[in-house]
C-alpha cells in the first residue's frame, strides 16, 4: 500500500504510475475523501478540546455553588457529535483503505515503461549447448527414462499437475536440498518451514488479496488459501511487529509447494512442466532498512544467480518493464534458463524490492537509533522455482543415448547418482 503522503503531496506522480502500468483509478476521487477524513479529524480535535474545557467550567461552577446545568447539556450534545463523526470516520476511512488496496507500487527510477516487449536486458550467462543430434523436449525425456508421468498426474488430480517418480522424484528433493543449503551457508539466510496455508490477512499484507483473489485456491470453510509462493508467511512473520534497528537485515529462506490457478490461462506455454497449478520453490526474503534496499536487490539476484551458474545453465537476466512486474513490486528482476528441447527462455526467478509497499500493507515497522518507528522494505526473490528447473536440466544434459547426466553440484544430493537412465 502506497503511503497517503505520496499520494496527498505528488498526486501527478501516483497518476503517471497509474498511467505507466495501464491501471484506472481515480486519484482525485481518493484525494477527496481523504481531505473530507482530515476535515472530520480536525472538527471532532476541535470538539473534543471544547469538551474537555467544559468539563474544567463545571468543576470550577459547582465549587462556587452556581448553576452548570447550561455547559453540562453542551456537553452531552458534544459527546452526541464526536459519536456521530467518529462512526462517520470509520466509514470513510474503511472506504480509503479499500481504495488504497487496489493501487499498485510505484515503479522506480530506471523501470521500462511499457509491455515485456520493453523488458530490458541486463546480461547472459553461459552459452547454450550446440548439440550433434536433435534434443528432445522435457516430456519426452521425462516420459521415456519413467521420471515424469503426466498422464497419471492428471488421473488424480487434473491437467497441469505433475508427477515425479524414481530419479525423477530424487531430483526434485535434491534441489530443494541443494538450494537450501547453499542460501543457508554461503548466502547467509536463515531456514523456516512456513505453513502452506495462509489466512486473508496474510494473503492481503504481501498483496495477492484483494486483487487476485480469483487466481488463489481457497478454502472455503475456513477462508484460508494454498499459497502462491512462501513469500507470503514468510514476510507475514513480522507483521504487526517493530522490529529493532540493529537486528536489520533479516534474511529468511524457505521450502514450500506453491499453488496457482492461473495454470491454464497462457495458451502454448502451457504444456508439461511449462505452467502447472503446483511447483515447488525454494524463496528468499528480506527485511531491511530503506536505505539499504536497492543495493539488496542486487545481492538477491546474484544469490539466485549463483543457484542457476552451479546447475551450469546458460541464463539471462531481465529488468522487467511496468506492464509485467507483480502489482507490490517497485522494481523487478526475471531470470530466464535456456531449455534447447523447446528452444525458450524460461522464468525460474522474480526478485523484487517492494520498498514499504507490503509493510505499510502487514504493518511490519523497526524502530531505529533514535527511537523513531519506520516502515522496513522487504524483497523477495525465487532462489530457484521448479517444475521449469527440472525442464531445463533434462533438455540441457540430454545425451544421444536418451540417458541424462546429473549436475555436478547436484551428484552428492543423489546419492552419488552422476546419470539419469531407464530403471
Same mark, same amino acid.
Given at each position: 500500500?502506497?503511503?497517503?503522503?505520496? /499520494?496527498?503531496?505528488?498526486?501527478?506522480?501516483?497518476?503517471?504510475?497509474?498511467?505507466?502500468?495501464?491501471?484506472?483509478?481515480?486519484?482525485?476521487?481518493?484525494?477527496?475523501?481523504?481531505?473530507?477524513?482530515?476535515?472530520?479529524?480536525?472538527?471532532?480535535?476541535?470538539?473534543?478540546?471544547?469538551?474537555?474545557?467544559?468539563?474544567?467550567?463545571?468543576?470550577?461552577?459547582?465549587?462556587?455553588?452556581?448553576?452548570?446545568?447550561?455547559? /453540562?447539556?453542551?456537553?452531552?450534545?458534544?459527546?452526541?457529535?464526536?459519536?456521530t463523526i467518529d462512526d462517520a470516520l470509520r466509514t470513510l476511512q474503511a472506504d480509503i483503505v479499500d481504495r488504497m488496496?487496489?493501487?499498485?507500487?510505484?515503479?522506480?527510477?530506471?523501470?521500462?515503461?511499457?509491455?515485456?516487449?520493453?523488458?530490458?536486458?541486463?546480461?547472459?550467462?553461459?552459452?547454450?549447448?550446440?548439440?550433434?543430434? +536433435? =534434443?528432445?523436449?522435457?516430456?519426452?525425456?521425462?516420459?521415456?527414462?519413467?521420471?515424469?508421468?503426466?498422464?497419471?498426474?492428471?488421473?488424480?488430480?487434473? =491437467?497441469?499437475?505433475?508427477?515425479?517418480?524414481?530419479?525423477?522424484?530424487?531430483?526434485?528433493?535434491?534441489?530443494?536440498?541443494? @538450494?537450501?543449503?547453499?542460501?543457508? #551457508?554461503?548466502?547467509?539466510?536463515?531456514?523456516?518451514?512456513? =505453513?502452506?496455508?495462509?489466512?486473508?490477512?496474510? @494473503?492481503?499484507?504481501?498483496?495477492?488479496?484483494?486483487?487476485?483473489?480469483?487466481?488463489?485456491?481457497? @478454502?472455503?470453510?475456513?477462508?484460508?488459501?494454498?499459497?502462491?509462493?512462501?513469500?507470503?508467511?514468510?514476510?507475514?512473520?513480522?507483521?504487526?511487529?517493530?522490529?529493532?534497528?540493529?537486528?536489520?537485515?533479516?534474511?529468511?529462506?524457505?521450502?514450500?509447494?506453491?499453488?496457482?490457478?492461473?495454470?491454464?490461462?497462457?495458451?502454448?506455454?502451457?504444456?508439461?512442466?511449462?505452467?502447472?497449478?503446483?511447483?515447488?520453490?525454494?524463496?528468499?526474503?528480506?527485511?531491511?532498512?530503506?536505505?539499504? #534496499?536497492?543495493?539488496?536487490?542486487? +545481492?538477491?539476484?546474484?544469490?539466485?544467480?549463483?543457484?542457476?551458474?552451479?546447475?551450469?545453465?546458460?541464463?539471462?537476466?531481465?529488468?522487467?518493464?511496468?506492464?509485467?512486474?507483480?502489482? #507490490?513490486?517497485?522494481?523487478?528482476?526475471?531470470?530466464?534458463?535456456?531449455? =534447447?528441447? /523447446?528452444?525458450?527462455?524460461?522464468?525460474?526467478?522474480?526478485?523484487?524490492?517492494?520498498?514499504?509497499?507490503?509493510?505499510?500493507?502487514?504493518?511490519?515497522?523497526?524502530?531505529?537509533?533514535?527511537?523513531?518507528?519506520?516502515?522496513?522494505? +522487504?524483497?523477495?526473490? #525465487?532462489?530457484?522455482?521448479?517444475?521449469?528447473?527440472?525442464?531445463?536440466?533434462?533438455?540441457?544434459?540430454?545425451?544421444?543415448?536418451?540417458?541424462? +547426466?546429473?549436475?555436478?553440484?547436484?551428484?552428492?544430493?543423489?546419492?552419488?547418482?552422476?546419470?539419469?537412465?531407464?530403471?
Amino acid at each position: 500500500m502506497l503511503d497517503m503522503n505520496v /499520494i496527498r503531496n505528488d498526486p501527478e506522480r501516483v497518476k503517471k504510475a497509474l498511467a505507466d502500468r495501464e491501471t484506472e483509478f481515480d486519484v482525485d476521487a481518493l484525494l477527496a475523501l481523504d481531505a473530507k477524513r482530515r476535515e472530520l479529524i480536525q472538527k471532532t480535535e476541535t470538539l473534543k478540546a471544547e469538551r474537555n474545557a467544559n468539563s474544567k467550567k463545571v468543576s470550577a461552577l459547582k465549587k462556587k455553588g452556581e448553576d452548570a446545568s447550561g455547559i /453540562i447539556q453542551r456537553t452531552k450534545e458534544i459527546g452526541l457529535e464526536i459519536k456521530t463523526i467518529d462512526d462517520a470516520l470509520r466509514t470513510l476511512q474503511a472506504d480509503i483503505v479499500d481504495r488504497m488496496m487496489q493501487v499498485p507500487n510505484v515503479p522506480a527510477e530506471g523501470v521500462p515503461v511499457g509491455d515485456p516487449a520493453n523488458n530490458k536486458l541486463i546480461r547472459e550467462w553461459g552459452k547454450p549447448r550446440k548439440f550433434d543430434f +536433435t =534434443p528432445k523436449p522435457h516430456w519426452d525425456i521425462g516420459e521415456a527414462l519413467d521420471v515424469l508421468d503426466f498422464p497419471r498426474a492428471t488421473k488424480i488430480a487434473e =491437467p497441469h499437475f505433475s508427477l515425479f517418480k524414481g530419479a525423477g522424484a530424487r531430483l526434485v528433493r535434491a534441489l530443494v536440498n541443494f @538450494m537450501l543449503d547453499l542460501h543457508t #551457508s554461503e548466502h547467509g539466510y536463515r531456514e523456516v518451514f512456513p =505453513p502452506f496455508l495462509a489466512n486473508r490477512k496474510a @494473503m492481503t499484507g504481501t498483496g495477492q488479496l484483494p486483487k487476485f483473489e480469483d487466481e488463489m485456491y481457497r @478454502m472455503k470453510r475456513d477462508d484460508l488459501f494454498l499459497i502462491p509462493t512462501a513469500e507470503v508467511p514468510v514476510t507475514n512473520m513480522f507483521a504487526d511487529e517493530i522490529l529493532n534497528e540493529g537486528d536489520l537485515p533479516i534474511y529468511f529462506t524457505a521450502y514450500s509447494a506453491c499453488f496457482r490457478r492461473e495454470a491454464g490461462s497462457y495458451g502454448k506455454d502451457t504444456r508439461a512442466l511449462m505452467r502447472v497449478h503446483q511447483f515447488n520453490k525454494v524463496e528468499m526474503v528480506k527485511f531491511v532498512r530503506p536505505e539499504t #534496499s536497492y543495493d539488496e536487490l542486487e +545481492t538477491l539476484l546474484a544469490n539466485a544467480e549463483k543457484v542457476i551458474q552451479l546447475l551450469e545453465i546458460p541464463y539471462r537476466v531481465l529488468l522487467l518493464s511496468t506492464l509485467d512486474m507483480s502489482f #507490490s513490486a517497485a522494481k523487478c528482476y526475471d531470470i530466464e534458463i535456456w531449455a =534447447p528441447g /523447446i528452444e525458450r527462455w524460461l522464468e525460474v526467478s522474480s526478485c523484487s524490492n517492494f520498498e514499504d509497499f507490503q509493510a505499510r500493507r502487514a504493518n511490519i515497522r523497526y524502530r531505529d537509533t533514535d527511537g523513531k518507528v519506520k516502515f522496513v522494505h +522487504t524483497l523477495n526473490g #525465487s532462489g530457484v522455482a521448479l517444475a521449469r528447473l527440472v525442464a531445463a536440466i533434462l533438455e540441457n544434459r540430454q545425451q544421444k543415448d536418451g540417458t541424462v +547426466t546429473v549436475p555436478e553440484a547436484l551428484q552428492s544430493y543423489m546419492g552419488g547418482l552422476t546419470r539419469l537412465a531407464p530403471e
